[in-house]
């Protein structure tokens, strides 16, 4: 169990001793369930930090609008920034550190182990707590205990945690500099890849059917692309018209963009960006599930890159943000990769 | 800025475009092109008026770019280009589209073909528009040329190129020089003692002030392209110092180790300390540290306490050398195909059945049996010698599918010098049949079947075993249908030449191609034979294909005269279509870094950065590149992205 | 459906002229309708420009009104439908809608001085102010003009400019000295204080890059002027025109309908979003 | 007109709007038919975890909390084709305007907040210019409201904006969830057309009805709500705290996704792009697509500049823009308190907190 | 699926890289082996140099069929280009079966620059295959009105 006052007492310590400028952790938000990231600076506000099963976000993501702000800013980092980062968070931000995002001397993971267990599903919570708003949340044992003004409502975890973590392989933060809890690999709730293998038992006209449904519903908000800390191009590729322009993007640039795709959101497009994305995930997602998570029309997007991430580890026996210094699965090849789809 | 004003030249090519593609058609379609400013066509757009009219109406109408809608790029691609400077204009802002052979050649149906040939024609039209005006890149030449492998062909190369007044590296991977040759006994087709051919040559080398010889030494990698290698050269230790060894032998009759001795292909055993041939250049003992007891006084230390001229230094280390150099020769030949391969003949596990280099060990007057032939199992002399050809040349099916070219030669020779040791013996040649294409060759082998009365056989063996003191040979005469059975003494395999383990690894560190059998690619097979795909780096020998000394030695001199001709250039122009990287997308991933597979790109402050020297512009970075960030100029996604466009429009 | 707001009248390209070249060229551009005729405008008021398949542009209408035939328009070539504009050929045909914008309450100022301070493309919205009001010379006093550019290449319209020279006072200026330019160096707020032109009974207007007018604006009122004396006009992203699709909203105000002339009396009231 | 429909007869409804009361082939030719205006009737359903308008199919359930996206996309469609163009090199271009298809919709189940979209929506579209594309698919769309028993979502605050859950604002017909009936009442002359078309199958309300309805209404603005504890101050607070530091530390994690907009009933803003379908000859389509104040890029100027740089200043503009601007040219809050934007923001921005802290903030 | 049509002629993109299997279809040309005219070859220096990006947006653009072709393993002008690219193009392959793309939409193959007949024999049944399973409208962009 990890007692969150050792979270507040190092988030504390670290600040007041200057050793981190800022510490990026959960606190209790207003709109009920969520715990919503928190940008400590202030030692005095490090108990406003929490840990509970609600702790959803993947706060690498910050490590990222940080370093775009200090470039915006052309400022120089002083000290470290501290997170809190969950298994596949701290992946997260190995795969940053592979792809030299920042140095690792920038960063001070506070790793948090999910002990075996991991964080809810809002989606799947809220029909068990008929409509109640829970005020608190909390781990215990192999339940999830929810308070809501109906009083406290003890639910399985597996019954109400997100697919990922029922899945996870890792929930313990191998890369850090501090982890919280114990290291219960091993305790996955169900087999890695279960929900892809039961929509892939399918067949090819039902998966269709299903993936043509899920295109049309996406209004291309983007949140998918704007919560994932690998998403962090400054101009995306795909993007020939929203967010196109740094201030040093030149007219000709602007110009000659490439129009992969229009912002009308149709199917065609739609797919079209979400398979990019996916392919550009492809080896680096690690299925923090954050883009799933946010998208306000249920596409399943974490499938497309769990489809990648499986074929990655089944094909090319790759693992993302498993090493800082491993190999990019689209830049590296082996000779024993497969090639029969070759005809 | 303005538009571009592009000219679409049609070529009709006689008939050979017209007749299945309406090319009037082209021309229009083309000209509603939004950057077209001029069409025009032509029945032959590559004669004299033809061009002529290109250069004129670049003029005329001041075009800036150019699209030929005609036969492959690889035809007259440069003739369009030179005619587009010739006009005034960049040479890069014309390109051609390819309706012949990818169009009017194989589609009959006019309508269709027509249609495709807008297509293609289109998609170059929006291409060009995206085309920058770019120009050769210059860079200067390291006058230096290194030789990898120090067979026939190498020393050929190395001499030629050193007698041109060019600094030469030989690096040799074994303790001497020589290859392959130095095993041989004598050669066809005019039986002259292979050595004596030879060893003045590896003197000449090893005298040689334009030559440094580097045996026993390996290259680990290669940077840099044409003009301007990089390479790292591992030297081995021999523990043994040149310049101070006597070659007295003193050493060899304390090692109490012994081992196969490879160059007598394991017929006889040498020691852990040895010379692999009497006259090896350089003239020195090697300690073989993988047979060697331990370099320890404690341990051994025998060979140490009886060298009296202290050439022994167990404390030798490996070092590593980097050498620049402006152009690379390969020749690192080939090795035979591996009995054990040959289930049918016994997999390498029956007595007496050698392969072909063995034989000429046995009858090299300097081999382990002084030159007579005695049989490895008893010693005695074979009377019953069944030589085998095309033993695992020629068969797509389990084993090699070319012919080795080698081999019946060899064999014949094999018969004759049998003959001439043995002259009461029987030789037996199974054939599928004789190529004997070469100067003498077919008389040579003429000799061998009529004059030593060597018994030809035409057909394949399908089965040997060993009975006995025999070896059972069972085969077919397909001359006769019959079934033949030979009670052989020894049999001599005629295996197939493959490329060496060297040749291998080293294809891999220079990054070159091998071809589907495994040797070295020519970039050309008919053009450019001597020249690998790689800009600078040339082969030589039996590395490229099996063949004979003389065509080794034609290559090597070829090898050497395009090594010369290369760097008596001052500068060297490359194409300028390589990697350019937009720094403000970037993000200093270095995933293009990870994927270019000629270490032309690395990461400064956070960017990419791309050594155009290195670069050859296959543009695996930009299809690596997430962001879109690296593209090859006038290549680039932007263009790409509109001619898939164009394509289906 | 009638009144399409979005619907552009087509536009045949008469004139084109190469004001200003290099990295931040400038071309200005004559139109004139195809069919019937165009709109007419007022001194300020801007007109959304398309090319088809392109996009729309905002861009300031830089003739004058008095002027019916053709409508002139200045562009500098910044992204993506601007370089398209710069492709054009004469002849070509562009789409156009508009009027749009309130404009410079210009018969408000008859019988007063008017001071033009614009830099870089900032000339081009306060052209048509300059030309009417040199058209109706007696109608004013003083008209004085500041204008100046990067180097002596970015001044544009400078034939038109030394023209002016016998209506009005010309002072032109480039932000670093070079070979042959006898004129002010230096940028254009300094060149205003250096002139310092008297506030009596005058109305400044200002146009150009945001960092100068911010200048502009605290130089004219260290001279003296007062807000209600100063003009500017504010150039937000636009994609509509019609106060619909929100992105040159300013606190209240959509910018395209009741901008882009401010004075700097109504500016500062506004939150500072331009 | 006030009426009672039995739970069981909302498909009838639905099915006497949707089909031509004579029918063909029953005393009405095709072309009757197909002149005639009918109605094609959209219900709330569940489809993957979330509800969405949907065409009525015979199974409408009036169960819904409240649809994921709100109703504006009915006038406001996320992607809006203007026009068509053609051109042929050299020659001018041919512009073919393209028009909403003359239908009539009607939105069941709208939920008190998003029908006082409705009229916040209208003025944005009409004031100053008409808006066409708008109004002519406005005009033919009737708001089927239902009221709140209780608010459908814990973030609810309708109350707070000067809504009510029981609000008829925007609506052409209330209707109001009795148990196992309906109280339906007509608000607009379409919405007393509409209650016609449904003849028999609703029945006069009783007396009991009547006090039902009143005590459902009274017992659903009772349910406490989240609040805003100065709503009219709003304006004059933002005003003030326009370059509070607190709009950068509350806007520190938004990822800029734009779901609180994409999702409002009331945020109009939009893009106009060109869509081209050919290059030569070259056609293509000028679209308009929602767009909205929280992209990075909604105001960067070609140059670079961009005036509300920041997620705080872009926070700044939704928040000001709900409770201050529009408020200054309207006299009213843009936002109605569905709740949706807290709902469905990942990372927890709430405007309720925000709007709080700013009002109670003195700077 | 759609329904086969008899007159459907598919639209396919075919990419090929400039050292063999542009190569190789010059020497279909050269030796005038008839092939359907479906393809239409756009010619990149490398398969390594193809960006599944191209795959999707021919699609998205209406191709009803991708070709990408290029050296055999071990025969890359460039070592290894071809290498990344089966390994770009096995993911790009996985993921639009994944989400129900017919297979046969997308080919790659290796045609080397003396295999003409071959790069004949790929496009001709690769043309067949597409034409069986009718136009490709999955990916394809609508022009709606
Ligand atoms: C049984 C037999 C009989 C033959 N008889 C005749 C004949 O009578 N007449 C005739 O004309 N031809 C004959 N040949 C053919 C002849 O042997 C070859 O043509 C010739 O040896 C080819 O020479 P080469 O230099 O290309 O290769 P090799 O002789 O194989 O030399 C290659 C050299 O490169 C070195 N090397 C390999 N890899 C590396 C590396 N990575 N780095 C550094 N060094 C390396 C090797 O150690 C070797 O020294 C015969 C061949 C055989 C098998
Ligand atoms: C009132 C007013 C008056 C102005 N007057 C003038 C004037 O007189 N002269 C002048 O030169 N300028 C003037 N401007 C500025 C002018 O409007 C802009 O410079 C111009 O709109 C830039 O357009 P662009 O397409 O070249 O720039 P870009 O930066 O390329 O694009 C601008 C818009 O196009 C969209 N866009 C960008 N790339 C793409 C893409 N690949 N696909 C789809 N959409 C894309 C962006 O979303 C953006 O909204 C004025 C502006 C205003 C507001
Ligand atoms: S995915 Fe794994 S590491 Fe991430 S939250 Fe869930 S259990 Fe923890
Ligand atoms: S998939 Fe979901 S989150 Fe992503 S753009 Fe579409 S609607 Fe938004
Ligand atoms: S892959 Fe692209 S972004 Fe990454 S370093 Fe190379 S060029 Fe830059
Ligand atoms: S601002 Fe939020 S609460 Fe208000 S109407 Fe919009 S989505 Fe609903
Ligand atoms: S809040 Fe933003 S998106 Fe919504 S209407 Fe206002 S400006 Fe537009
Ligand atoms: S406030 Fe929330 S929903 Fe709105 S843009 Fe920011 S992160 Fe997205």
């Not at chain 4, 843009?334 to 700013?358: A, L």
């Not at chain 5, 070709?67 to 071990?74: E, F, K, P, Q, T």
């Amino acid at each position: 169990m990890i007692n969150i006052q050792d979270i507040r007492d190092t988030a504390r310590d670290m600040l007041a001793k200057g050793e981190a400028r800022m510490v990026i952790g959960y606190r209790r938000g207003t709109r009920g369930m969520l715990a919503e990231p928190a940008f400590i600076t202030d030692p005095a506000q490090a108990d406003d930090l929490v840990w509970d099963p609600t702790c959803f976000n993947n706060l690498s993501l910050y490590l990222v609008h940080d370093k775009k702000f200090l470039a915006h800013m052309r400022e120089n980092p002083k000290g470290p920034v501290a997170v809190v980062a969950k298994g596949c968070d701290a992946r997260s931000i190995v795969v940053l550190l592979q792809e030299h995002y920042f140095k690792r001397e920038d960063v001070y993971i506070l790793g948090v182990s999910c002990e075996g267990a991991g964080v809810v599903d809002e989606r799947k919570l809220a029909p068990l707590l008929n409509g109640e708003r829970p005020s608190a949340a909390a781990f215990d044992g192999d339940d999830f205990v929810f308070t809501t003004a109906a009083g406290e409502k003890r639910l399985a975890a597996r019954e109400v945690m997100a697919d990922r973590c029922l899945e996870c392989r890792a929930p313990y933060p191998k890369e850090h500099n501090l982890v919280f809890g114990e290291d219960k690999t091993g305790r996955q709730l169900e087999a890695p890849f279960a929900a892809l293998e039961r929509f892939e038992a399918q067949d090819a006209g039902q998966r269709w059917d299903a993936w043509s449904q899920h295109f049309d519903r996406c209004m291309r908000c983007f949140a998918c692309r704007s919560v994932c800390p690998m998403c962090y191009c400054d101009e995306c590729v795909v993007d020939s018209i929203t967010f196109p322009v740094t201030a040093g993007t030149t007219a000709e640039e602007k110009a000659t963009r490439i129009k992969w795709i229009e912002r009308s959101a149709t199917r065609s497009e739609n797919i079209t960006y979400l398979m990019t994305r996916a392919m550009h995930l492809a080896g680096r997602c690690t299925d923090c599930g954050e883009c799933e998570r946010a998208c306000p029309v249920n596409v399943p997007i974490r499938m497309l890159n769990n489809k990648m991430e499986r074929e990655a580890r089944e094909k090319f026996g790759f693992e993302p943000g498993a090493s800082i210094g491993g190999p990019s699965l689209v830049a590296t090849f082996l000779d024993s990769d497969p090639g029969q789809f070759i005809r | 800025m303005s538009k571009k004003r592009t000219g679409v030249f049609v070529c009709h090519c006689g008939t050979n475009i017209a007749a299945t593609v309406d090319v009037a058609r082209v021309a229009k379609e083309m000209a509603d092109e939004n950057t077209v400013a001029f069409t025009q066509e032509y029945v032959y757009m590559c004669s004299e008026p033809g061009q002529e009219s290109v250069v004129q109406a670049i003029k005329d109408n001041k075009l800036d770019s150019v699209v030929v809608t005609c036969c492959s790029p690889n035809l007259h691609e440069k003739t369009f280009r030179d005619n587009a400077k010739r006009a005034g204009i960049n040479n890069f802002t014309c390109e051609i589209a390819n309706i012949r052979e990818q169009c009017s050649w194989v589609h009959a149906d006019k309508a269709k073909g027509t249609e495709k040939a807008i297509k293609i024609s289109r998609s170059i039209v929006r291409r060009v528009n995206r085309n920058n005006p770019l120009e050769a890149i210059a860079v200067p030449v390291t006058k230096r040329a290194m030789v990898i492998g120090g067979g026939i062909a190498g020393i050929q190369a190395a001499l030629d190129i050193a007698n041109a007044g060019i600094e030469v590296i030989l690096v040799e991977k074994q303790a001497t020089i020589g290859g392959r040759m130095l095993q041989l006994s004598e050669t066809f087709p005019t039986l002259d003692c292979s050595q004596c051919v030879l060893s003045p040559k590896m003197v000449e080398v090893n005298r040689h002030p334009n030559i440094r010889l580097m045996t026993y030494s390996e290259v680990q990698e290669v940077g840099g392209s044409v003009g301007n290698f990089r390479v790292k050269v591992l030297k081995k230790p021999t523990f043994v110092d040149p310049d101070k060894c006597k070659i007295c032998d003193h050493c060899t009759a304390v090692c109490p180790q012994v081992v196969p001795n490879e160059y007598e292909l394991n017929l006889n055993a040498r020691r852990a300390i040895y010379i692999p041939y009497a006259q090896a250049i350089p003239a020195s003992f090697t300690l073989d540290i993988d047979a060697c007891l331990g370099l320890n006084p404690v341990v051994c230390g025998k060979c140490k306490d009886v060298c009296e001229a202290g050439a022994i230094d167990y404390d030798m280390q490996p070092q590593t050398v980097t050498e620049d150099v402006g152009a690379i020769v390969v020749a690192t030949g080939f090795d035979l195909y591996g009995q054990e391969n040959m289930y049918e003949m016994g997999g390498g596990k029956v007595e007496d059945v050698l392969d072909g280099l063995q034989f000429e060990r046995l009858i090299s007057a300097s081999g382990a049996t002084h030159g007579h032939i005695l049989r490895p199992s008893d010693h005695k002399e074979p009377k019953d010698v069944v030589f085998i050809q095309c033993v695992g040349s020629r068969d797509p099916a389990k084993h090699c599918a070319y012919c080795s070219k080698i081999c019946c030669m060899y064999t014949a020779k094999h018969a004759r010098l049998y003959k001439k040791h043995v002259p009461d013996g029987r030789a037996y040649v199974f054939y599928i049949d004789i190529r004997s294409g070469g100067k003498g060759y077919e008389e040579f082998v003429q000799r061998t079947m009529e004059d030593d009365d060597t018994l030809y056989l035409r057909g394949r063996v399908s089965k040997l075993y060993r009975k006995g003191e025999k070896i059972k040979v069972m085969g077919t005469d397909t001359l006769t249908g019959q079934n033949v059975e030979i009670d052989a003494d020894m049999v001599v395999l005629a295996l197939a030449m493959v490329p060496s383990q060297g040749t291998v690894d080293i294809a891999k560190t220079l990054k070159i191609g091998r071809d589907k059998d495994g040797f070295l690619a020519e970039a050309h097979p008919k053009l450019r034979p001597v020249e690998s795909v790689t800009g600078g780096i040339y082969l030589a020998g039996a590395a490229q294909a099996p063949k004979d000394i003389p065509e080794t030695v034609a290559q090597a001199g070829a090898a050497a005269a395009k090594v010369i001709a290369l760097l008596s250039q001052a500068t060297l122009n490359r194409s300028p279509l390589i990697a350019k990287v937009r720094p403000s997308h970037c993000t200093g991933c270095g995933m293009c870094v990870e994927a270019c597979p000629f270490i032309a790109i690395r990461l400064e402050n956070g960017k990419a950065i791309v050594n155009e020297a290195l670069c050859e512009g296959c543009g695996s970075c930009s299809a690596t590149c997430l962001r879109a960030a690296i593209d090859v100029k006038n290549v680039t996604q932007l263009q790409i992205h509109e001619m898939i466009e164009a394509c289906l429009a | 459906m009638s009144d399409n707001i979005y619907l552009p009248q087509l536009a045949r390209v008469a004139y084109i002229k190469e004001e200003v070249v290099g990295e931040r060229s400038i071309k200005t551009f004559r139109v004139e309708a195809v069919d019937g005729k165009l709109f007419d405008h007022e001194c300020g008021q801007c007109a959304m420009l398309s090319i088809f398949g392109r996009g729309e542009s905002m861009i300031s209408i830089a003739s004058s009104p008095l002027i019916k035939e053709y409508k002139q328009f200045s562009i500098m070539r910044v992204g993506k439908v601007s370089s398209a504009f710069h492709e054009l050929e004469v002849g070509d045909v562009i789409g156009i809608r508009g009027p749009y914008g309130n404009n410079f309450p210009v018969d408000d100022w008859r019988g007063k001085n008017l001071v033009f301070i614009g830099g870089g493309c900032g000339l081009a919205p306060i052209w048509p102010v300059i030309t009417t009001a040199v058209a109706q010379r007696n109608d004013f006093k003083n008209i004085t003009v500041f204008y100046g550019g990067r180097s002596p290449r970015d001044i544009m319209y400078r034939t038109e400019l030394e023209k002016l020279r016998g209506s009005a006072d010309v002072h032109l200026s480039v932000d670093k000295a070079e070979e042959g330019w006898d004129a002010f160096c230096g940028f254009v707020p300094a060149n205003v204080m250096d002139k310092a032109p008297n506030p009596g009974n005058a109305i400044a207007i200002t146009c150009g890059p945001p960092i100068m007018i911010k200048f502009v604006i605290q130089n004219l009122r260290e001279i003296g002027f007062k807000d209600e004396q100063i003009y500017t006009t504010i150039e937000n992203k636009m994609k509509c025109g019609l106060g619909k699709c929100g992105r040159c909203n300013v606190g209240k105000d959509y910018v395209c309908v009741k901008g882009p002339v401010y004075s700097w009396a109504e500016l500062k009231d506004l939150p500072a979003e331009y | 007109m006030e009426k009672i429909l039995d739970k069981k007869q909302i498909d009838g409804w639905v099915a006497a709007l949707t089909e031509h009361p004579q029918g063909v082939g029953r005393g009405c030719n095709a072309a009757e038919a197909a002149t005639t205006t009918l109605w094609e009737v959209h219900t709330p359903a569940l489809d993957e975890g979330i509800w969405t308008y949907q065409p009525a199919n015979g199974t409408a359930r009036l169960d819904h909390p409240n649809t994921k996206q709100s109703p504006k996309e009915f006038a406001f469609p996320q992607r809006e084709i203007f026009f068509s163009f053609e051109q042929i090199k050299g020659e001018a271009p041919r512009l073919t305007q393209i028009v909403p298809k003359e239908q009539r919709h009607a939105v069941f189940g709208v939920r008190p907040c998003d029908g006082r979209g409705v009229p916040r929506m209208d003025k944005v579209f009409t004031d100053h210019i008409e808006d066409k594309y708008y109004t002519s698919r406005r005009k033919n769309i009737a708001y089927v409201g239902l009221a709140c028993n209780k608010p459908p979502s814990p973030n609810c605050f309708c109350l707070s904006v000067g809504g009510s859950p029981v609000s008829s604002d925007g609506l052409d017909v209330q209707m109001t969830d009795l148990g196992d009936r309906y109280f339906v009442k007509a608000i607009t002359e379409t919405g007393k057309a509409m209650m016609a078309a449904g003849g028999k199958l609703f029945a006069d309300p009783s007396a009991a009805d009547q006090k039902l309805l009143k005590k459902t209404h009274d017992d659903a603005v009772a349910y406490p709500q989240r609040k805003i504890n100065d709503p009219d101050g709003a304006p004059a607070k933002l005003r003030a705290n326009f370059d509070s530091p607190l709009w950068q530390e509350m806007a520190q994690a938004c990822i800029g996704c734009g779901i609180c907009t994409f999702l409002c009933p009331t945020c109009h803003c939009f893009d106009i792009n060109d869509e081209v379908h050919n290059k030569a000859p070259l056609s293509g389509q000028r679209v308009r697509t929602w767009d909205n104040c929280q992209f990075p890029d909604f105001t960067m100027h070609s140059s670079g500049h961009n005036p509300r740089e920041g997620t705080g200043a872009r926070l700044r503009q939704r928040v000001n823009h709900k409770f201050q601007y529009f408020h200054e040219n309207f006299g009213m809050h843009q936002c109605t308190g569905c709740g949706r934007c807290v709902s469905e923001c990942p990372v927890g921005i709430d405007i309720v907190t925000v709007v709080n802290k700013v009002t109670e903030h003195v700077g | 699926m759609s329904e086969p049509q008899a007159d459907f002629e598919p639209k396919i993109v075919a990419f090929l890289c400039k050292w063999c299997s542009s190569a190789g279809s010059d020497l279909a040309g050269v030796s005038r082996i008839q092939y359907p005219a479906n393809a239409t070859p756009i010619t990149i220096p490398c398969t390594g140099a193809v960006s599944p990006m191209y795959i999707l947006s021919a699609f998205n653009k209406g191709a009803d069929g991708v070709l990408v072709s290029g050296c055999h393993i071990g025969d890359c002008h460039y070592i290894e280009g071809n290498y990344l690219a089966r390994r770009k193009m096995h993911l790009t392959m996985e993921l639009l079966k994944f989400i129900g793309l017919e297979p046969n939409r997308f080919r790659m193959s290796w045609v080397s620059a003396a295999e003409g007949a071959k790069f004949a024999q790929v496009v001709t049944e690769f043309v067949d295959d597409v034409r069986k399973l009718g136009p490709q409208d999955k990916l394809r962009k609508v022009v709606s009105q």
